[in-house]
């Protein structure tokens, strides 16, 4: 965590160690510094915090980054999902369309957002036990209670969520606001909520959004050619363009943190890789159609573009996609999200003259495809998964979120 990360971090804290409701935990983190909060370092206090805060023993499993040797095997390791058994199942649903899901980068909280500009905050562990208990006690699950917080501060849908890589923040974007929600925790609890901690509105209509290397600052895609820096520190927006780039707006953005690349899509199909504030390569690869999302891991990217294509790029080599998958989408959201060595995205499913809304299972590797039904009876918006628990989660235009686990195969 950078030293501006931690300041933020650090910032949020002491205004939470002042509630009572946390004063048994401004007591653990005095003895085990052995200074008061005011002179204790933020490193210091960061590292108890979490000592403090989270439950180790639910360590996330981090994703390792993709191996080169093995593209091009031709055994496929899919990752096997169940999101229609109901007793395989967590699910719940808004008054209106879910729009975003996101699982926080610890494992210990998942968040949707909807077209009812409502924000929903559910305790992941609570989650797992009901699908546990539903597996040996059928529904006898009524004193579990999952959901922790309800958040209602947007007149507008909400299009995104995503939370901080390392602090208690989650950030939500509705048209062309943005806001970040506080969500202080104990490791069992959120026990607040302050979604006035710090909002900013952009001129233009907030397409998506990704925290930068370390977090102190977040990249915004708006309906415009430029990429905008919010520092969270300031509140200050730094404007980013550039004259090689055309004049189309940009439609999905991502950040490397090895590096600290960023990359953005847009409408006509150009993704540009920005270093240092500055356009270093551009290329089309789904032809000339609109990027719908886009997401680095280490020296690879992977591109969704509304033309059904689906690509992982090697950006030491960008001539070709290493993989490629085409999907048959029909009006489902060109999402994905990657669980281990498979990419995940919605799908339209055929059986005779039926149709149904799947989701398509996709090994980097061996390039190969297995579908699965997702239980929805409409399009899916968004998807995501925690690798901590192998919990897959999407939320669809049907109103309903449904979190299911990895299946053994």
């Known amino acids: ?134 597996k040996t006690d ?53 026990r607040k909520v302050d979604w006035t901690f710090q909002s900013v509105k952009t001129n233009r209509r907030i397409r998506d959004f990704s925290f930068t290397s370390g ?19 300031t509140g200050d927006i ?34 540009a890789f920005w270093q240092n504030s500055q356009m270093v390569y551009g290329l089309q690869p789904h032809e000339g159609q609109g990027i719908a999302q886009l997401e680095q891991q280490g020296d690879y990217l992977i591109t969704s573009g509304y033309d059904n294509n689906l690509c992982v790029f090697d950006v030491r080599n960008m001539t070709e996609p290493v993989s490629r998958f085409i999907i048959d989408r029909e009006g489902n959201t060109p999402c994905f999200t990657l669980a281990r060595n498979c990419l995940i995205t919605p799908t339209i499913l055929h059986k005779g003259n039926r149709k149904s809304v799947g989701l398509a299972v996709c090994d980097i590797y061996s390039s190969q495809i297995k579908t699965v039904e997702s239980g929805h009876t409409d399009v899916i918006l968004s998807l995501d998964y925690n690798p901590s628990r192998g919990l897959l989660a999407t939320g669809s235009n049907d109103t309903y979120c449904r979190i299911g686990p990895k299946m053994k195969k």
């Open 215 to 233: 977090g102190e600052y977040i990249a915004l895609a708006c309906d415009d050619p430029s990429y905008y820096l919010y520092s969270l520190e």
């Open 138 to 190: 059928g529904d006898i699950v009524n004193n579990i209670k999952p959901l922790i917080h309800t958040v209602s501060c947007f007149n507008a849908p909400v299009t995104k969520l995503k939370f901080h890589p390392e602090a208690p923040f989650l950030a939500a974007a509705a048209e062309n606001e943005l806001r970040l929600l506080n969500c202080m925790h104990d490791g069992a609890h959120v």
């Open 1 to 134: 965590m950078s030293t501006k990360s931690r300041q933020i971090f650090y910032r949020a804290l002491l205004t939470q160690l002042e509630d009572d409701l946390l004063f048994d935990v401004a007591e653990k983190l005095q003895e085990a510094t052995g200074l008061t909060k005011l002179d204790c370092p933020s490193n210091i206090l960061v590292q108890n915090t979490r000592e403090a805060l989270q439950d180790y023993d639910k360590q996330i499993v981090s994703d390792e980054f993709f191996d080169i040797d093995r593209f091009g095997s031709e055994r496929p390791s899919f990752i096997n999902f169940d999101q229609t058994s109901r007793e395989h199942l967590f699910a719940f649903n808004h008054h209106k369309s879910v729009s975003s899901t996101s699982f926080s980068s610890d494992g210990l909280f998942f968040a949707s957002g909807s077209h009812d500009a409502s924000i929903r905050i559910f305790n992941v562990p609570k989650v797992a036990s009901v699908i546990h208990k539903r």
């Open 238 to 271: 730094l404007t980013h363009s550039s004259d090689e780039v055309p004049n189309a707006s940009l439609t999905a953005i991502t950040t490397n943190s090895a590096n600290s690349t960023i990359v953005t899509g847009s409408q006509d199909g150009v993704v």
